[in-house]
């Protein structure tokens, strides 16, 4: 009977036979009269009960149980099943925003130009890297942005004046043998521009992918994390040879 509106046959069973049943009933009874095998009558009787279509009391130290009367279970499944019609037809279904694409750009115009772009779009935050000649164009900008409400957040590598915004400045050793141009921008923990010189030109990606947002989010507050020590404590560091030449292998 109630195997039409989504229970189970074993959940029919026991609550037809709790129904027919014109006294309570213990779990042996019900296992005589339903046929539901003993070792899932007290699972069967367990989800009847929070689905609130039983109702359980003791005597006698034994547990009994009672079928709500057929009237009341059936405005309660009326109920429900218009509740579940009126959930749908209000409900807006839309597809999950899932882009894992990874998109390519060359030319370093182009790059410039998408950076420009993307900064205005920012509705929370800007995290961006890279030299200070290539981050000084995009300062006034960023100052807009920032003035707008937007957290804005600099890692330079190279002397930079970045007036009100927060910056973190690298001044690269001149050792510093793996320190290449770069640049990378990361907009409100959803998208991230990033791009490196192949060949001596600027090749870049774009995307929306949130592992890679995730990772190069991770790696702008790495290198922020490395500038700010190797300032702090530069002449402890340096002093020391084996940790100085791992220093001068770092990117950041």
């Keep these: 009977m109630?195997?039409?509106?989504g229970f189970t046959q074993y959940e029919s069973q026991v609550f037809e036979v709790l129904t027919a049943s014109e006294e309570p009933m213990d779990a042996t009874s019900i296992v005589k009269y339903s046929q539901?095998?003993?070792?899932?009558?007290?699972?069967?009787?367990?989800?009847?009960?929070e689905k609130g279509l039983i109702l359980t009391s003791f005597q006698e130290r034994k547990k009994l149980y009672t079928a709500l009367p057929l009237e009341t279970t059936i405005e309660k499944l009326t109920t429900e099943f218009q509740?579940?019609?009126?959930?749908?037809?209000n409900t807006t279904f839309k597809l999950h925003d899932s882009d894992e694409r990874v998109w390519t750009i060359q030319n370093d115009a182009s790059i410039k130009a998408l950076l420009n772009e993307r900064i205005q779009t920012a509705r929370e935050e800007i995290l961006v890297t890279g030299w200070s000649d290539e981050l000084a164009p995009l300062l006034p900008l960023l100052e807009e942005k920032k003035k707008e409400g937007i957290k804005v957040e600099l890692l330079s590598v190279g002397e930079l004046d970045p007036?009100?915004?927060h910056a973190h400045v690298?001044?690269?050793?001149?050792?510093?043998?793996?320190?290449?141009?770069?640049?990378?921008?990361?907009?409100?923990?959803?998208?991230?521009?990033?791009?490196?010189?192949?060949?001596?030109?600027?090749?870049?990606?774009?995307?929306?992918s949130k592992p890679l947002v995730k990772f190069f989010t991770e790696f702008f507050?790495?290198?922020?994390?490395?500038?700010?020590i190797t300032k702090k404590y530069e002449e402890v560091l340096m002093a020391d040879e084996e940790i100085k030449e791992i220093l001068m292998k770092l990117r950041y």
Aim: no cysteine; glycine share 6%; aromatic share 6%.
């Design 2 to 5: 109630l195997q039409k509106f």
């Design 36 to 49: 539901v095998p003993k070792s899932k009558i007290y699972e069967v009787l367990q989800r009847l009960v």
């Design 163 to 165: 007036g009100k915004l």
């Design 170 to 208: 690298l001044l690269p050793d001149e050792k510093h043998e793996a320190l290449e141009r770069h640049k990378l921008m990361i907009i409100d923990h959803e998208e991230i521009l990033f791009a490196g010189v192949e060949g001596n030109t600027f090749q870049g990606i774009h995307t929306l």
């Design 221 to 228: 507050y790495h290198d922020v994390a490395l500038t700010e």
């Design 83 to 89: 509740a579940n019609i009126d959930e749908i037809r």
